[in-house]
């Protein structure tokens, strides 16, 4: 199967379920799924083209949360309309994080990352005036709007799930157009050799702090969406630790440097995750680590990266079917 064939096929899952099914708690897992895709794409960008692992992108989901629902709530702008600027306002914190943060290596920029992400959930939650500090932000209800001469119910998940499985699409489309792009290229080469692709005249820095903001602008769209969704956020809803080690996870259990991959690192994680928790009250995550761990070391291109090669093995082998 073609990379343009398994991606189109993958998009058609995605759409798939509301016209299958209108079941509230499967819509609500497949919008689970689907932000988790967003979220392991945009990091994704980063961690896998580039090798930059980042343990901060929590500070930019939040930041794409907290920057929707206060222009809802402060200037009555709706959500939906919220969520592009939110992930306006994720770039324009990524830039200097880069600037800074990349002029470190390895583990150094890795432990950055953290120490930013935890200093700006501490701001969010000191800065009372403007985040409502630990009690946090709440939207009551949100207005109607028409669509095709028909009104969206927003009390109903189907719409939530449509404008999820957009993003995760378009996340998607960056990955497939970075992959061909010169920029692509230099990211490998960073992530190969950083010192051999600075000998070659790639301005290195530059080149991770547009990524940077690439895979800043659609965490912050997941962040808006959240807040969008879940009408509630507060600083360790959006900023926790946990939350950008998760988006680790979901690209590297899906296969790094590849479009379909956090889509099948978010389906696995998601659903195993719901399972221990449905069959283990106590006790779920370590199943759930454990099952990450396993897939790591038994699978260290990720799923879909293992898939890719025995297929392309089996090919070899028999070139009749080619």
Known sequence: MSRAAAVTLVVILMMAPPLLTANSFLLHLGITMLLWTLLGASWNLLGGFAGQVSFGHATFFGVGAYATML???????APWYGLALGGLAAVLVSLPIGLICFRLRGPYFS??????????RLVALNWEALTNGPVGLLITGL???????????????????????????LAMAATWQLSRARLGAYLVAIREDEDAAEAIGIDTV??????????????????????????????????????????VFIAVVGGLST???????????????????ERFQVGHLIFYGLFMMLAIRYLPEGIWGSVRRALAGRLRTEPWRS
Do not use: C, H, Q
């Open 71 to 77: 222009l809802y709530l402060r200037l009555g702008l």
């Open 111 to 120: 432990l950055s990352t953290l120490a930013v992400a935890e200093i700006v």
């Open 143 to 169: 207005p109607s709007v028409a669509l095709g001469g028909r009104v969206v119910n927003w009390e109903s998940k189907l719409p939530f799930y449509f404008v999820i499985a957009t993003l995760a699409a």
């Open 206 to 247: 530059r080149a991770k702090v547009l990524t940077l903001a690439l895979s800043a602008f659609f965490t912050g769209l997941g962040g808006g969406f959240y807040g969008f969704y879940y009408r509630y956020v507060d600083p360790d809803a959006v900023f926790p630790i946990a939350l950008s080690v998760e988006m």
């Open 259 to 277: 479009v379909v991959g956090p889509v099948i690192g978010a389906v696995f994680l998601t659903s195993i995750g719901e399972l221990f928790r």
